[in-house]
């Protein structure tokens, strides 16, 4: 069966750094996009990152770009989000996504605090 499991958050101050990590099962993972979620309290989630099958194509919503890096290693089956800079508004639950055979799995989930 399809598992996501991320790992790699905690509390860090502002301009500090993070990297989460995503490890898959179930699936073969060179043959999906990926994407990485947030959701911050009392609000809804968002799309953060995403990855094409080989790594080639990323994209990031404006408020992470030039601070977030996305980037996977298809033989490790794993998924990275590295976040630099980091900054109060990042705080939340960040979560790894796939849409496999037109279902939708995510993780856990790993919370990021920022805060001083």
């Known amino acids: 069966q399809v598992q996501l499991v991320e790992s790699g958050g905690g509390l860090v101050q502002p301009g500090g750094s993070l990297r989460l990590s995503c490890a898959a099962s179930?699936?073969?993972?060179?043959?999906?996009?990926m994407t990485w979620y947030r959701q911050a309290p009392g609000k809804e989630r968002e799309l953060v990152a995403g990855?094409?099958?080989?790594?080639?194509?990323?994209n990031y919503a404006d408020a992470v770009k030039g601070r977030f890096t996305i980037a996977r290693d298809n033989a490790k089956n794993t998924m990275y989000l590295q976040m630099n800079t980091l900054k109060l508004d990042d705080t939340g639950v960040y979560y790894c996504?796939?849409?496999?055979?037109?279902?939708?799995?995510w993780g856990q989930g790993t919370q990021v605090t920022v805060s001083s």
């Open positions: 179930g699936f073969t993972f060179s043959d999906y996009a």
């Open positions: 990855i094409s099958r080989d790594g080639r194509v990323r």
């Open positions: 996504k796939v849409v496999h055979v037109f279902n939708a799995y």
